[in-house]
């Protein structure tokens, strides 16, 4: 009986099949269609005669004997140097979840455990410093750090993304503690741990799919950051938003569009990527955040 009752008509398989196919076309198109011009040249890509001419690439097979190039890939690469961008990108991005994934589990454990009054309005404040725009808090910093001549560094820049992303993780992190019974750090400290110990061995176990989840949050915050690595960089520090900006500048120049395309898509591949590979990781952290036990 109970097989007939889990049994789906065929229509309404078929509908949300159908339905799910649509949308991930939907979803895949920009990217898609964003990696395909980037094989083009400009002429091709951002054709007003015919549109047509982006999928068949007339002016490309005539420049490069191809309907395909990687100019635009060689371009942003080695002429404009697109790879220290990667490489900045790829330090901030790794200190700050670091730093804030450390300062944030430790916070977040602190304040899911403590029984004091004050703890709400804490997680109150950090809230209301993590809605204020990016642009509000980064001109308060401007001034110091040109009078400390530390305007234009990596490390400085990292600073100030941990301190804007902080109040985030303190909230994430708190409600994935919470949703902890305080059962199991008291039993590991009956067997003798320290709080720290029972913390470490109990607690952390337990919270990495929490972690995980945060760290995904704090990695695409560093990642895709344009208006704090902007304001705080120099050209040659610059991450990889920032320089993908600076091939397009105040006026379009034949050919660096198409370093921006090229440049965009070998940004967007590691997303893709991350998210493939936490994404079990990504659903079960948010699932536990959302319950308490």
């Known amino acids: 009986m109970s097989n007939l009752a889990d049994k789906k ?24 269609w964003t990696m ?8 091709d890509f951002f054709s007003r005669a015919d549109w047509m001419n982006a999928i068949t690439g007339p002016v490309t097979e005539r420049q490069y004997g191809s309907p395909f190039t990687g100019a635009g890939y060689e371009g942003a690469w080695v002429e404009q140097e697109f790879w220290r961008a990667v490489l900045n990108t790829a330090l901030v991005t790794f200190s700050v979840v670091v730093i804030s994934l ?20 804490l997680l109150m404040a950090a809230l209301v410093f993590r809605a ?4 509000t ?30 109040p985030f993780t303190l909230w994430m992190l708190h409600s994935f503690f919470l949703s ?19 913390f470490r061995l109990a607690i952390i176990p337990v919270m990495w799919p929490g972690v995980v989840t945060t760290g995904l949050f704090s990695f695409l915050l560093a990642y895709n ?13 610059a991450t990889m938003i920032p320089k993908i900006n600076s091939f397009l500048g105040s006026t379009q120049e034949e050919g ?28 079960s952290g948010l699932t536990a955040g959302a319950v308490k036990g």
């Open 9 to 32: 008509p065929p229509s309404l398989v078929a509908l949300s099949t159908g339905f799910v196919l649509l949308w991930l076309v939907i979803a895949a198109f920009p990217f898609l």
């Open 36 to 43: 395909w011009g980037s094989f083009k040249v400009e002429a």
């Open 102 to 121: 450390t300062l944030g589990t430790l916070g977040g454990y602190a304040l899911a455990r403590s029984g004091f009054k004050y703890t709400f309005w």
């Open 132 to 135: 204020m725009p990016h642009v």
């Open 137 to 166: 808090l980064v001109s308060g910093y401007l001034l110091p750090f040109f009078q400390l001549n530390i305007w234009g560094y990596l490390p400085t820049t990292i600073i100030v993304l941990v301190a804007i992303n902080q």
């Open 180 to 198: 902890i019974p305080k059962d199991l750090d008291e039993a590991a400290m009956v067997d003798g741990c320290t709080r720290f110990q029972a």
């Open 225 to 237: 950051d344009f208006t704090v690595t902007s304001m705080l960089l120099t050209q040659e520090n």
């Open 256 to 283: 660096k569009v198409m370093y921006a395309v090229a440049a965009v898509v070998s940004a967007i591949v590691p997303l893709f990527v991350l998210i493939l590979f936490f994404q079990r990781q990504i659903v």
